[in-house]
């Protein structure tokens, strides 16, 4: 997909289904790591319908379906169940960025492999012309464009990394340099959550800028 509409809670179909158990609390891969193993996908990504999910036997399934239900249940210990969500389930934000110089450098902490995005779940991924790595921890405050007449965005806080950055996104194998090394260098800080300002659709490979008072940009 090379575009994707962001609205007043974030990108369109994102975050929008959880786990939780009978009482209503949400279940994480923070508390559950296995639930990684879960894939969701939609059969049209732009209009974000056709929600499935693949489980780690091999089963295509509705979020509705209670064959999902039981295979998370045997997985948690417990009776559980996928909700949706209107407004989407986020940590402290809809929008989590991420830069690729931030990323090669945690890259250089492995010994030069390339860590896997996906390790850290940001939805938005910028490439930065001045390639400083960790730029966008200094963004508090600033307001992005994503695109000429796109979705315009208010960073708001840095984000907190957890143990999920230790897991593959393929295998589930775990490695502790990701987070080791954050913990070292950065204070255990990667990213930042921004929120929406104006909705739009944001698309691959569109120029992001800064805007500034009365709407011009930088």
Do not use: K, Q
Request: glycine fraction near 12%; proline fraction near 6%.
């Amino acid at each position: 997909m090379r575009r994707a509409f962001v609205g007043p809670f974030g990108l369109i179909g994102d975050r929008r289904h959880a786990v939780e158990d009978e009482d209503g609390t949400p279940l994480s891969a923070r508390r559950v790591h296995g639930l990684l193993g879960f894939v969701a996908r939609y059969a049209d990504g732009e209009a974000a319908e056709g929600a499935g999910v693949t489980t780690p036997s091999g089963w295509e399934l509705d979020p509705d379906d209670p064959a999902l239900s039981r295979e998370l249940a045997e997985l948690v210990g417990r009776p559980v169940r996928v909700v949706r969500s209107a407004v989407g389930v986020h940590d402290a934000a809809p929008i989590h960025l991420v830069s690729t110089s931030s990323l090669a450098a945690v890259g250089d902490w492995l010994a030069g492999e390339e860590v896997d995005r996906r390790r850290f779940r940001a939805n938005v991924v910028i490439e930065l012309d001045d390639p400083e790595p960790f730029a966008e921890m200094g963004w508090v405050g600033v307001v992005l464009e994503l695109g000429d007449g796109g979705p315009v965005i208010e960073v708001v806080s840095p984000t907190e990394r957890c143990a999920v950055t230790t897991f593959d996104p393929d295998t589930l194998e775990r490695d502790n340099r990701v987070l080791a090394g954050l913990a070292r260098e950065r204070e255990n800080l990667f990213g930042v959550y921004a929120r929406v300002r104006r909705p739009g659709w944001a698309e691959v490979g569109a120029p992001v800028r800064r805007t500034l008072r009365g709407g011009r940009t930088s």
